[in-house]
T-cell receptor, first 115, second 114 residues
Framework: DAGITQSPRHKVTETGTPVTLRCHQT?????MYWYRQDPGHGLRLIHY???????DKGEVSDGYSVSRSKTEDFLLTLESATSSQTSVYFCAISPTGGAGNQPQHFGDGTRLSIL | KQEVTQIPAALSVPEGENLVLNCSFT??????LQWFRQDPGKGLTSLLL?????REQTSGRLNASLDKSSGRSTLYIAASQPGDSATYLCAVPSGGGSQGNLIFGKGTKLSVKP
């Protein structure tokens, strides 16, 4: 299995609090992604990174920020959590990006509940 | 804008049956297509990746085909087993694709009855 660790695995917090989710990889892959998975919407991209300090927005980026100071770590921050951000969050990694021949690998997810 | 559709949303079959899962996409200019499996409460496991220059990929009892011109892919599962019960997702890189973010279908939930 690809070496991807997401932490925490579960979190319950209150509206208005800041939350940071961590994705750690041991594969030295260039590309890292944050997705959220919701019933009826499937998986949607929040933000992605194509190198250290290189990030860009995805389809549902409002209310989220990311940082990547090291190849192995990609952080997702909810500055002020809202109930609409209750979801399951997945981190993914890829060595080659979308045009390559290597599959994208996913972590086990973080289940986030905002009350 | 690329859209990915999977039909049916759910499928129930008896053990031992061969089955086909369908995936369609609106923009045929894709670099590749990937099939995943997701077990309840778990992450996604990559099953097969088919590059745009390929028509098929096989792994064990799984065979995935790709027809870019018609915007379709199928995942064939031979001799299904209860352990195959899961949600199967297909995904393609978004338009402009080099950054690799994937556009997913909503999945087909497969149940294989003993």
């Amino acid at each position: 299995d690809a070496g991807i660790t997401q932490s925490p695995r579960h979190k319950v917090t209150e509206t208005g609090t800041p939350v940071t989710l961590r994705c750690h990889q041991t594969e030295n892959h260039r590309y890292m992604y944050w997705y959220r998975q919701d019933p009826g919407h499937g998986l949607r991209l929040i933000h992605y990174s194509y190198g250290v300090k290189d990030t860009d927005k995805g389809e549902v980026s409002d209310g989220y920020s990311v940082s990547r100071s090291k190849t192995e770590d990609f952080l997702l921050t909810l500055e002020s959590a809202t109930s609409s951000q209750t979801s399951v969050y997945f981190c993914a990694i890829s060595p080659t990006g979308g045009a390559g021949n290597q599959p994208q690998h996913f972590g086990d997810g973080t289940r986030l509940s905002i009350l | 804008k690329q859209e990915v559709t999977q039909i049916p949303a759910a499928l129930s079959v008896p053990e031992g049956e061969n089955l086909v899962l369908n995936c369609s996409f609106t923009d045929s200019a894709i670099y590749n297509l990937q099939w995943f499996r997701q077990d309840p409460g778990k992450g996604l496991t990559s099953l097969l990746l088919i590059q745009s220059s390929q028509r098929e990929q096989t792994s064990g009892r799984l065979n995935a085909s790709l027809d870019k011109s018609s915007g379709r892919s199928t995942l064939y599962i031979a001799a299904s087993q209860p352990g195959d019960s899961a949600t199967y997702l297909c995904a393609v890189p978004s338009g402009g694709g080099s950054q690799g973010n994937l556009i997913f279908g909503k999945g087909t939930k497969l149940s294989v009855k003993p």
